[in-house]
């Protein structure tokens, strides 16, 4: 997919203040510092569309951008930072689940994990809560270029077990590297199929 057009449209903590759910919708969501920003802005191949860098757990709101006209892409705020609070989490929490449980026209969450980290507990229980839910996601490893090719082999075959363990089928899995800008068509692709649907 050759990205034309790629502009803010808005942020808030209300998903029913998002944009009319009129185009199909496709969210990013991970630990804070997981590369988020970095990855999105390789996809739509822009430099600071989403802002890299701030603070962790700073972003609380669901972020909305307009691609090519024909669909939105959704910059969720990170989970897993350890300083926020307990009523912080649990603003969070009921945020990014309406959102999740309610958004219409979500057609798939993207989580993130840094490849280098082996299974986390936050990430699993993330993902476990989506599959019980019904929400279709897939998983993107971020930060490749950390690695060689061997140890993402590794990290790759090591997590997929784990998932089994949870899941008849996993879900599928990128591998990508915004310091490279690798692994952004497969990504892409993914989205223009379920555009497709
Ligand atoms: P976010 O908080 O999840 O949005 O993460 P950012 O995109 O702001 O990135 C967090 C940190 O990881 C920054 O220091 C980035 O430079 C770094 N980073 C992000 N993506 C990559 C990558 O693909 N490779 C490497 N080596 N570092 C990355």
């Known amino acids: 997919m050759k990205i034309q057009e790629a502009k803010y449209v808005m942020s808030n903590s209300d998903y029913e203040k998002c944009p009319a759910p009129n185009m199909p919708e496709y969210a990013f969501i991970g630990r804070s510092n997981v590369g988020k920003s970095s990855l999105i802005n390789m996809l739509v191949e822009k430099k600071s569309l989403a802002k890299t860098s701030q603070q962790p757990g700073k972003t609380q709101l669901i972020n909305h951008f307009e691609i090519n006209n024909a669909w939105y892409l959704v910059d969720l705020p990170g989970y897993g930072y350890a300083k926020v609070s307990k009523s912080e989490r649990e603003k969070w929490e009921k945020m990014i689940g309406d959102y999740l449980h309610n958004r219409e026209n979500l057609l798939c969450t993207f989580v993130l994990v840094d490849i280098r980290h082996s299974a986390l507990a936050v990430d699993l229980e993330f993902m476990e809560g989506l599959g019980e839910s019904g929400i279709p996601f897939h998983i ?10 061997y140890q993402i082999e590794a990290q790759l075959k090591a997590y997929t077990e784990k998932l089994s363990e949870l899941w008849e089928e996993v879900p599928p899995i990128f591998v990508t590297s915004a310091e490279k800008n690798e692994g952004r068509e497969p990504i892409l692709k993914a989205i223009e199929s379920y555009n497709a649907t």
């Open 140 to 149: 993107i490893f971020t930060k490749a270029d950390k690695l060689k090719a």
